[in-house]
T-cell receptor, first 112, second 112 residues
Framework: GENVEQHPSTLSVQEGDSAVIKCTYS??????FPWYKQELGKRPQLIID?????GEKKDQRIAVTLNKTAKHFSLHITETQPEDSAVYFC???????????FGKGTKLSVKP | DAGVIQSPRHEVTEMGQEVTLRCKPI?????LFWYRQTMMRGLELLIY????????DSGMPEDRFSAKMPNASFSTLKIQPSEPRDSAVYFC??????????FGSGTRLTVV
């Protein structure tokens, strides 16, 4: 079945710097890759997603890139702000029913 | 749409008692997922349903856990008898197959 690895587990940056979180997946049949942000004490919320027919997608300060050959995808956050501090989860569609397999999460801390 | 609705938000119960968590998915979504989140284990998929049918319950910890989805608008997760190690935040999520999940606000369960 699908397996998703996420790195790093923690990331600390200065406000204004960029942050990059990387994920790899194992199932070449996976075709949908969402990213979730979970603030402390709140639910995970979808922030951006990408499908396998697209190499890059951008939404304001966040972008996601996908390399199908290498089976990895990344989340890029530019001009980070303190409110970007949260746990970020990547996921890949897997299984015959298309359910999502989540990475372990990255705790991002943005220091003012 | 009100989103995915979970109840109760918080539950404190004594060891050995039965606990029932409830979830109302987004209307029109045909997949429903139950997750458990702890600091140690992260987000764990317990069980998911497609079109009200349980597809994969391999994540259910043991026979003390059971889940039902009697119709498209309601699901329950029951723990009987509850144990202190069941203390966690339980999330319900729904989606259309092949799309991102929308999570509920979660139920914080404490078993004393």
């Amino acid at each position: 079945g699908e397996n998703v690895e996420q790195h790093p587990s923690t990331l600390s940056v200065q406000e204004g710097d960029s942050a990059v979180i990387k994920c790899t997946y194992s199932d070449s049949a996976s075709n949908y890759f969402p990213w979730y942000k979970q603030e402390l004490g709140k639910r995970p919320q979808l922030i951006i997603d990408i499908r396998s027919n697209v190499g890059e997608k951008k939404d304001q300060r966040i972008a996601v890139t996908l390399n199908k050959t290498a089976k990895h995808f990344s989340l890029h956050i530019t001009e980070t702000q303190p409110e970007d501090s949260a746990v970020y989860f990547c996921a890949a569609s897997g299984g015959s029913q298309g359910n999502l397999i989540f990475g372990k999460g990255t705790k991002l801390s943005v220091k003012p | 749409d009100a989103g995915v609705i979970q109840s109760p938000r918080h539950e404190v119960t004594e060891m050995g008692q039965e606990v029932t968590l409830r979830c109302k998915p987004i209307s029109g979504h045909n997949s429903l997922f139950w997750y458990r989140q702890t600091m140690m284990r992260g987000l764990e998929l317990l069980i998911y349903f497609n079109n009200n049918v349980p597809i994969d319950d391999s994540g259910m910890p043991e026979d003390r856990f059971s889940a039902k989805m009697p119709n498209a608008s309601f699901s329950t997760l029951k723990i009987q008898p509850s144990e202190p190690r069941d203390s966690a935040v339980y999330f319900c999520a729904s989606s259309l197959v092949g799309y991102g999940y929308t999570f509920g606000s979660g139920t914080r369960l404490t078993v004393v």
